[in-house]
């Protein structure tokens, strides 16, 4: 027994030291040499300052304005906002598209929040679009736009999201409706290998791009 | 739905075919035979032996590698323990996290060394880059090990045939898992996917972006079947995978270990057909999971369609309950998550089960509720399917009135009782301490929500943790964070973090001692030659008799309770 305690720690720390100290190491290393920026998370930088990344959402909203043109507030003194109308919107966040803190929304399928919150996710959407897309109904609204995403910062959505959400934002830009499906097309990524998993728009690319469009 | 069960398809396809290749490789390690790694690796082998003061040629009887297996286990809780209790004095901790309560520390430790990956804490929030590298990584490598270790074991008692009941050199047996199989893939798959975009960093949280060395981790937390991911949302969250090609080659790293050994086993016993049998039963079995849950998952939720939402696939939408879901996975991506990573006992999840529809939830129950045998976690599966195995071959002997014999080996009730211990064990903490945590006040706190789904929560939890699986309901809670990241002032829910503790290390050594006690036992046994009444166990009707049995005693074992969650659940529209 004395003799197996002592092998045991031997054998702990010596693994310890090998795959928990050089083998994380020496894949940083290489990761870093063969795929920098990817290892480092896809930075967006703007004027030399860190803005997000290319694979997280972000929340493209803006201070609610009130009548006196100045930002309006909740009871807790928290600034309100709205979806600015010429960025595309990326799925809905049950973490306010935390990159700091992530958790699940956890809505269970029979759960009374769960239609509450999907309720108001629709109504949300079709306030935003009806104005550019007259006629737009609930039944038409895809899954994606509706639904909490699972990390909270999900960057993509379905490519019929996307179609809806291109005439508000061509017209809110003032850009042919044309110019920005071209945009939506170069920024969807397809099915791996052309079979796997589910084609998406990526839009924080999306609204990169258009940004750059308009300067 | 077609390009759904295509791609579910073509992925079956690729890791059937992988899985011989692997399966071979990994008998030739077994049995110290030369593999193209030799040249590279046998140096270091030596080396290590001489640090660990190991005779690799010293054999072990069953109770002596029993012994040195719970001492580095059990060492292993000890040192994972002091790591996380001492956060704060710790190097590679760019964010100055301090320790999380004592419990939960308690909790995380039985996670990872069982092999579970249970988290009750959230990684970017609460854990050092320390801890996670040399902490919870080398825990993933080393449980992983371990449970390759006793099935390695297990074989060996099945194959003896000289009978002086040694079973291996438990130290040797673990460096060399460590070295020959699982580090190089490890280490392959890190690279493959930092090019998909997964972070690879030492840098901490830049602007708002929680970083660290996630790709090294990821890739053992799915070649091991652990599960723990580095971000809270785990692998649902693109930093951990980025991409839908990402997301099947994880797919991949989580079966290839399981799905391979089978065909190890029907090497190392001499008779490829017994691999094959058992491999048919596991793909059977996760065949109808997989169809059961994606085609649950794409009909949607009661909740979803009464607040007005079609959940119907029409152009540019895929339609189905993508609540918890990731758009590039989709629901076919996500549904053959669920159901990999709970046949196996990878607690890593791509959505959040919670939001599984009612039916779509039950898949990863029953799934458990096999006791994880169905590929199961890297070793513990095929020893589970092996426990299987024995009791199908002896109430397979008991139809026909034969003493039963598995491989020319008698099969008398030492062994038997054995087996029950290791089948039946896991099935009774789990009901035993579901019933304490939702009939005493105790488990009320941790508990999200209402009605069928706050049961759900409270059995998954223990199912979950006793067949070391890893995967949540992730509502149930056992920690909560009321402050900004880093522990301070974070409270923690002591009854659902202790009595969780003890379900892992229950559920994971109460088996392995048994069925390291079965290879000592048929270790020693004399083999009969094969005889005109001997049942054979390589043919399609042992298969099905096998699938019976895992059915039976899995399933209805835990009928009751099935009832009560998610039966109720995909049964009605009620909402509560």
């Given amino acids: 027994m004395r003799k197996d305690l002592i092998r045991g720690s031997i054998v702990l720390v010596v693994f310890t030291l090998l795959l928990g100290v050089a083998y994380p190491l020496v894949m940083t290393g290489i990761a870093q040499v063969t795929f920098g920026d990817k290892a480092d998370g896809s930075l967006i930088r703007q004027n030399g300052t860190v803005v997000g990344s290319h694979l997280l959402a972000r929340d493209f909203s803006r201070p609610l304005l009130g009548t006196d043109g100045k930002p309006k507030h909740d009871a807790d003194g928290n600034v309100l906002t709205e979806p600015d109308p010429k960025y595309f919107q990326a799925r809905p966040s049950a973490t306010g598209y935390s990159a700091t803190v992530t958790y699940f929304p956890n809505r269970g399928p029979n759960q009374a929040s769960t239609r509450d919150l999907t309720r108001q996710h629709l109504a949300a959407y079709l306030a935003l679009e009806r104005p550019y897309s007259p006629g737009l109904k609930a039944s038409q609204v895809p899954v994606d736009a509706a639904t909490f995403s699972a990390s909270g910062v999900d960057p993509h959505i379905s490519k019929a999201n996307a179609a809806i959400q291109a005439r508000r934002v061509a017209a809110v830009r003032k850009l042919p409706l044309a110019r920005v499906q071209e945009l939506i097309s170069e920024n969807t990524a397809g099915r791996a290998l052309g079979i796997f998993g589910e084609p998406g728009v990526n839009v924080t690319d999306l609204n990169l791009a258009l940004d750059q469009e308009a300067r | ?576």
């Fill in chain 2, 1 to 576: 739905m077609t390009e759904g069960f295509l791609q579910i398809a073509v992925f079956c396809v690729i890791f059937i075919a992988a899985a011989p290749l692997l399966g071979g490789y990994m008998a030739r390690v077994f049995t110290d035979e030369r593999v193209f790694l030799t040249p590279l690796v046998a140096p270091a082998e030596r080396g290590l032996y001489r640090v660990f003061r190991v005779d690799p040629e010293e054999g072990q009887d069953w109770k002596a590698y029993a012994r040195s297996m719970l001492v580095v286990s059990g060492l292993g809780v000890l040192l994972l323990f002091v790591i996380l209790r001492t956060q704060g004095i710790h190097p590679f901790n760019p964010s100055d996290f301090n320790s999380g309560p004592w419990d939960l520390s308690f909790n995380t430790a039985s996670s990872f060394v069982t092999n579970t990956n249970w988290q009750f804490y959230g990684g970017e929030t609460t854990l050092s880059n320390f801890s996670q590298m040399a902490g919870l990584a080398v825990q993933n490598f080393l449980s992983a090990a371990v449970g390759i270790a006793v099935l390695v074991a297990l074989m060996r008692g099945i194959a003896a045939r000289h009978g002086d009941g040694k079973l291996g050199n438990f130290y040797k047996d673990l460096t060399r898992i460590v070295l020959y199989i699982l580090v190089p893939i490890a280490a392959l798959a890190t690279i493959v996917l930092v090019s998909q975009g997964v972070l690879q960093t030492l840098g901490g949280t830049i602007g708002d972006i929680a970083r660290g060395p996630v790709a090294s981790q990821e890739a053992i937390k799915e070649l091991g079947t652990n599960g723990g991911g580095f971000f809270n949302v785990n692998s649902s969250y693109p930093f951990e995978n980025p991409t839908a090609f990402s997301n099947y080659f994880e797919l991949f790293l989580i079966l290839c270990i399981p799905a391979s050994l089978p065909f190890t086993y029907g090497r190392i016993v001499g008779s490829r057909r017994q691999g094959w049998t058992i491999f048919a039963t596991m793909f059977v079995l996760f065949a109808v999971s997989v169809a059961v849950v994606y085609v649950a998952e794409q009909h949607g939720t009661p909740a979803q369609h009464l607040a007005g939402l079609s959940t119907d696939h029409f152009s540019g939408s895929a339609g189905g309950n993508l609540e918890g879901k990731e758009q590039r996975f989709g629901i076919a991506g996500s549904s053959l998550w669920t159901a990999v990573t709970t046949v196996t006992s990878t607690g890593a999840v791509n959505a959040g089960f919670e939001s599984l529809t009612g039916l779509g939830g039950l898949v990863p129950m029953a799934n458990m509720g096999y006791s994880e045998s169905v590929f199961g976690g890297v070793g513990s599966g095929l020893y589970t399917m092996l426990l299987f195995v024995l009791l199908a071959v002896f109430i397979g002997g008991l139809m026909v009135g034969r003493t039963p014999e598995y491989l020319g080996k008698k099969i008398e009730p030492h062994e038997v009782k054995l087996v029950s211990i290791g089948a039946l064990f896991t099935a009774l903490i789990v009901l035993v301490f579901t019933a304490l945590a939702v009939s005493t006040k105790y488990g009320g706190p941790s508990i999200y929500a209402e009605g069928p789904n706050g049961f759900s929560e409270s059995f998954y939890a223990y199912l979950s943790q006793a067949n070391n699986n890893g995967s949540a309901f992730a509502g149930y809670t056992g920690f909560l964070q009321l402050n900004a990241p880093g522990n301070v002032g974070a409270l923690s829910v002591t009854f659902a973090n202790v009595m969780g503790g003890l379900t892992m290390l229950l559920g994971r050594f109460v088996p392995m001692l048994a069925v390291l006690a079965v290879a000592g036992s048929l270790a020693k046994k004399k083999v009969a030659p094969l005889g005109l009444g001997t049942m054979r166990t390589d043919t399609p009707t042992f298969a099905f008799l096998l699938v019976g049995v895992i059915v039976l005693i899995g399933a209805l074992t835990f009928l009751p309770a099935f009832l009560l969650g998610p039966v109720v659940q995909s049964l009605t529209t009620r909402l509560f």
